[in-house]
Structure formats: C-alpha cells, structure tokens
C-alpha cells in the first residue's frame, strides 16, 4: 500500500478498546472506525476516545468501503467467521488469539488469505514481549549459541472469566505459550504429541468433554533437531498466573522468573545472574513509545481481566500494531502471516487431540507450513 493512512476499524470494544489509542496516535494509522453489538457500550468508547463512526453490526461494518482493515477483539469462538468474512470483504486483518478453534477453519483462512492476497496477522502478545524481544536480541547477537531446547507455559486460573471459557480445553488456547518457542527459531512444528494429566471438576467437563486440568505437549520442528515442550492449565490448578518461555542455548540460557514481577535468570554456562529485562519502546514510532508501559486497561478503576492476569502483556500492544501497520504499509508479509499463525494454533488443537488419545504422534497439516 502507499503511504497514506490506513484505515483501521476495530471490532469488540472489551480488550479491543487497549488498541484503540495506539492506533489513534500511530503515524500511519488512522483509527476510523469501532464496532460493538451493545449500543450502550459502542456510544460510551466512541464517545471517550471521539470515534464518529460506530457499527453495532459485524456485516454492516464491511459493507464500508472506507475500512482498509479490521483488528477483531471478539469472543474466540467468532474469530474465524469473522476473519474470513472480513478478508473476502477486501479487508486486511488482525486478529486477537487464537486464530481459529478448528483445524479446518485455520484451514479457510490460508485459502482465503492466499485467493484474495490480503494481509492477516495473528495479534500474539508474547512474541512482542520486552521479554521475548530481550531473548531475541540475545539470540541475534550470537550470545546464547545454539538453541538446544525451549520449554514454555501458561498457566492462569479462569474462573469468573465469560462462560464460554468454562472447561475449555487447555491447549486450545496455547498461543502464549507455542508462540515462543516457535517464532524464536522462526521455525514450524511438524508433529506434536500431549498428555493430559488431573481432573477438573465435573460440572466443567460437560460443555467440551476435556476432563484434564493440566495439558503438557511435546513439540518437533520442521527440518530441525530440535523439539520443544509447552505446559497448559486453565482451571483447579493452584499457581500464580504464569506465560512464560525459557530457552536453553549452547552457550547461555534464559529461564523466565518463578515468581511474578521477580527477576528472570540468565545462565552462562553454569553460572546464573539474575537479569532486568529492558524495555524496547526504542524500537517503536515515538508518538506510540509510552504505550510499552501506559494503557487504557492499566489504572485501578479501569481493568481489565486479560490485562491484569497478563501483566500488561509485557509491553505488546504497540509492538503489534507497528507490525500490523508496518506490513501493510511496506507490502510484506507480518510476523506471524496466515500460515505460521495456523501452525502455532493448529499446535494447541491438535496436542488436545493427542492428549484425548493418550499421547498420539498426530503432524500438522502441510497448509500450516511456509
């Protein structure tokens, strides 16, 4: 695309409502547009933040031909509906995690992506984390050597989160924790194999028949000697809330803090150290920088759920709608495009596969690789 502003129109007005500042202050960006089904609350965002136009309704929203793209903050259940009807509208997309709840429908959105030659990005917090963007920079460098192995995990308590999320299985929403070890190496998953382990209770059971309380998966990449394990637990697990990745390299490891708001550990050889992790708003457009550590859901009479649990995301947000930006703008593909998005959510997917067959060595499928 040339160099004009790119007309964003962001759909959910729950967690979407943290974007909606970014984009209004990011050089490229023009924030055009939000939509909401509850009126009440469509009128109270577009009234706070001065947004004109305001859709109560999905399709209307794309029957606009002002919209150049969409960021969805929807419940997960709609975010493959509604990406694909959006790419097949002519616009581009962001989308929160995950990607889709269903092979198949990661499967219509590569197609759709690759028929209409739009842009999608999934919106992944973690791999645009100071922490993650800290880990990366030392990789880059040389500085950890090979990488030998990475582990990750997200573990969290999601009771009084929306019913939706009532026993859902716990790899279906892995992202914050496959997305790590993947886009570090920029590597892909060829086949994984999980175990499910415990029990939670019976009346969380019912909605989607998972019966475990904590899903582990082992991981093997692509044309590569390494694996990896990731760790997943959503409910009657006691554990402070944790997304958190280590990568262990020949010559030094990175292993994240066992305790929040804690120091990370480096490893040099056999020596540790703990480490602050810096900020990398240096990396942003100036007039987004301060949104690394402010936000709209970070102040004690406006929270947010996902925001608290997640420590502010690790300074994402900003990062992402550069790249979402930064990609129309340049005309390239974002980090992660449509494939390597379907790769890290058909890993969770089929890992809960894998785990209700006792571990099975289920591959990915060949649409999921670059």
Known sequence: MSQKKINIAIVGLGFGAEFIPIYQKHPYANMYAICQRNTEKLKEIGDAFGIEK????????????????VHINTPIQNHAEQSIAALRAGKHVACTVPMATTVEECRQIVEAVKETGLT????????YSREFLFVKELYEKGELGKIQFLRASHQ???AGWPGYWEGLPPMHYATHCVAPVLALPKAQAAYVSCFGSGKIDDNLIEKYGSPFAIETCHIKYRDSDLSAEVTRSLFNTARQYRESFDVYGSKKSFEWTLVENEDSVIHTGETPEKVKIPDYAHLLPKEIQHFTTAGVYDSEENQHLSFIQGAGHGGSHPHL???????????????????????ITCVGILAH?????????I??????FK
């Open 54 to 69: 305001r859709y109560a309704s999905f399709e209307e929203l794309l029957q606009d031909p002002n919209v150049d793209a």
């Open 120 to 127: 999608y990005m999934m919106m992944e917090t973690v791999i």
């Open 156 to 158: 969290q308590e999601m």
């Open 321 to 343: 709608v550069n790249e979402f930006i930064d990609a129309l703008i340049e005309n390239r593909n974002p980090y992660p495009d449509a494939k390597e998005s379907a790769n």
């Open 353 to 361: 596969e894998s785990a209700m067959k006792g571990g099975e060595i």
């Open 363 to 368: 591959h990915l499928p060949e649409f999921t």
